[in-house]
Nanobody, 117 residues
């Protein structure tokens, strides 16, 4: 079965860090451009950044660039989103997407991150 599964979400306090994982099954994640998105309650889906197949230099959007980074471990078929200095405004469902060289994009089901004291 071709799928992506996110994990690592949860409840954290403001200022803390969190690392999310996105693991692929049924296909080789290493040949895909991997992206992370989030969707806050009542808002649209927001692209956070992406990492190419080589994984040398992820492209993170400016509004989170100083706090978030993306990395990948192709041997583990996994991509990570490392988040630091979290604020309540980062509360959202975080999802990953695989843009494959052939075939349709694959989305994960998402993982909830809640930042609250």
């Amino acid at each position: 079965q071709v799928q992506l599964v996110e994990s690592g979400g949860g409840l954290v306090q403001p200022g803390q860090s969190l690392r999310l994982s996105c693991t692929a099954t049924g296909f080789n994640l290493g040949t895909s451009v991997m992206s992370w998105y989030r969707q806050a309650p009542g808002k649209g889906r927001q692209l956070l950044g992406y990492i190419t197949t080589g994984g040398d230099s992820p492209d993170i959007l400016e509004f989170v660039k100083d706090r978030f980074t993306i990395s990948r471990d192709n041997g583990k078929n996994t991509v990570y989103l490392q988040m630091s200095s979290l604020t309540p405004e980062d509360t959202a469902v975080y999802s990953c997407k695989a843009s494959r060289p052939a075939g349709r994009d694959i989305w994960g089901q998402g993982t909830q991150v809640t930042v609250s004291s």
